[in-house]
């Protein structure tokens, strides 16, 4: 596990559940973390950080899954993704960590299998 946010301005939301956590590694982004659970105080609520579950630590599942179920999307691009309001009303809080608020890009339809679609 791993934590982020906590410091009362940034953290994730009820609905973040899934959500990832992203940082900056030489001028990329990855994700580190996928949102385990929020404070049930609320959103960006000091001393409540945004518990994650670790990447790294199943990047080898990870892995061997991907190349079961490789990414198809066809003739759409990922490279302009639809943007979709997000429907949690949380907007006045943020509804992702560092993100902007009510913004979401929106997969191309059954642009992905479930990892359990072997």
């Known amino acids: 596990m791993v934590c982020a946010g906590g410091d009362g301005v940034r953290s ?7 959500g990832p956590l992203n940082c900056a590694v030489n001028g990329q982004y990855q994700v580190h973390g996928v949102t385990s659970f929020v404070s049930s105080q609320g959103c960006n609520v000091a001393r409540k950080p945004t518990v994650f579950t670790r990447v790294s630590a199943y990047i080898s599942w990870i892995n061997r ?3 079961k179920n490789p990414f198809q999307v066809g003739a759409q ?3 302009h993704p639809q943007l979709c309001h997000h429907p949690s009303g ?4 943020g509804d992702k960590v560092g993100g902007t608020s009510g913004r979401y890009p929106q997969a191309p339809p059954r642009a992905w299998r479930s ?3 072997e």
């Open 90 to 93: 949380c907007d006045q809080h």
């Open 65 to 67: 899954k991907i190349a």
């Open 115 to 117: 990892f359990g679609e």
């Open 12 to 18: 994730g939301c009820q609905g973040d559940s899934g």
């Open 77 to 79: 691009s990922w490279s």
